[in-house]
């Protein structure tokens, strides 16, 4: 079956480093997205890997590892506005998004 | 960047009556286009995926006479919840994939309709 594991919470304090974990199995693969959620908020996107690395983007980063079916999203100089929920979600081979249950960031001052 | 819009933004209704919602790319052509659910404190659950011009992909578990999905253009996506019911309040966000860009498989998100029926 198709499944996708993150943390359901994480806590992190202000101007910190948080990594995100997030493994996936998926039938075929095409690309790891990385969503965050505030609440009562529709997600908007972050990063899309789809090669082994990290790729960097200001403050966000986000690693894949494709052999070993592991992600993270790395999110440096933490800020109060950075608390939401992060979703993990794999693409696959029918480029259809599996949706992991997200991890809620509580970022303390 | 690609702006997907959706209305209402939310909506109160009487039990037994029809809700519809919008999705509408605002930029860009979207051949497919996706109906999540969300509860709350829960993740995003897809209900249906619709392409234009053909019959919507419904999940397992999702009753299609209940949720009838229309694409009937490459902008616009409509979601009619039919006979709704208080069970039926979530939060529904559409999502649409554009046909035009290269190498990337990115959904955009509407900023989704608050669905509470009384």
């Known amino acids: 079956g198709q499944n996708i594991d993150q943390p359901t919470e994480m806590t992190a304090t202000e101007g910190a480093i948080v990594q995100i974990n997030c493994t996936y199995q998926?039938?075929?693969?095409?690309?790891l997205f990385w969503y965050q959620q505030h609440a009562g908020e529709a997600p908007t996107f972050l990063s899309y890997n789809v090669l082994d690395g990290l790729e960097e983007k200001g403050r966000f980063s986000s690693f894949l590892s494709r052999s070993k079916g592991y992600s993270y999203l790395l999110l440096k100089e933490l800020q109060m506005k950075d608390s939401a929920s992060y979703l993990c979600?794999?693409?696959?081979?029918?480029?259809?998004?599996?949706w992991g249950a997200g991890t809620k960031l509580i970022i303390k001052p | 960047g690609a702006v997907v819009s959706q209305h209402p933004s939310w909506v109160i209704c009487k039990s037994g009556t029809s809700v519809k919602i919008e999705c509408r790319s605002l930029?860009?052509?979207?051949?497919?286009m996706f109906w999540y659910r969300q509860f709350p404190k829960q993740s995003l659950m897809l209900m249906a995926t619709?392409?234009?011009?053909?019959?919507?992909?419904?999940e397992q578990g999702v009753e299609k006479d209940k949720f009838l999905i229309n694409h009937a253009s490459l902008t616009l996506s409509t979601l009619t919840v039919t006979s709704a019911h208080p069970e039926d309040s979530s939060f529904y966000i559409c999502?649409?994939?554009?046909?035009?860009?290269?190498?990337?498989?990115?959904?955009?998100f509407g900023p989704g309709t608050r669905l509470t029926v009384l």
């Open positions: 999502s649409a994939r554009s046909s035009g860009r290269e190498g990337l498989n990115e959904q955009f």
């Open positions: 619709s392409n234009e011009g053909s019959k919507a992909t419904y």
């Open positions: 998926t039938s075929g693969f095409n690309g």
């Open positions: 979600a794999a693409m696959d081979s029918n480029y259809q998004l599996i």
């Open positions: 930029d860009f052509q979207a051949t497919t």
